[in-house]
Nanobody
Framework: VQLQASGGGLVQTGGSLRLSCAAS????????MAWFRQTLGKEREFVAR????????WYADSVKGRFTISRDNTKNTMYLQMNSLKPDDTAVYYC??????????????????WGQGTLVTVSS
């Protein structure tokens, strides 16, 4: 599976961005998908996850109520709508795919495939 993340950019505090993650696979619905983010010198941290069907979603407390994860299985694409952005949201955002759901899916090690990352910068 190849994942291609896009949509990052520079935005002011309080602004919005939508990230996309396109997957090259014929079995997209078999993968739970997630977004992680990472800043320099810190561990990659979980942001949000969506089930293969798109029905179930999970969020980190830090983004709950501001970010929305979704997917369009007809387009093999996952999204992250980010609203009310804060400077602390500045990071490289990575999309990831999990082909065997289970275990601690908030950990980087639970995911089998990763996109290349897209930079989000929130200015104060």
């Amino acid at each position: 599976v190849q994942l291609q993340a896009s949509g990052g950019g520079l935005v002011q505090t309080g602004g919005s961005l939508r990230l996309s993650c396109a997957a090259s696979t014929r079995t997209f619905t078999m993968y739970d998908m997630a977004w992680f983010r990472q800043t320099l010198g810190k561990e990659r941290e979980f942001v949000a996850r969506v089930s293969g069907s798109g029905v179930l979603t999970w969020y980190a407390d830090s983004v709950k109520g501001r970010f929305t994860i979704s997917r369009d299985n007809t387009k093999n694409t996952m999204y992250l709508q980010m609203n009310s952005l804060k400077p602390d949201d500045t990071a490289v955002y990575y999309c990831a795919a999990d082909d065997i759901p289970g275990g601690d899916w908030k950990l980087r090690s639970a995911y089998d495939y990763w996109g290349q990352g897209t930079l989000v910068t929130v200015s104060s």
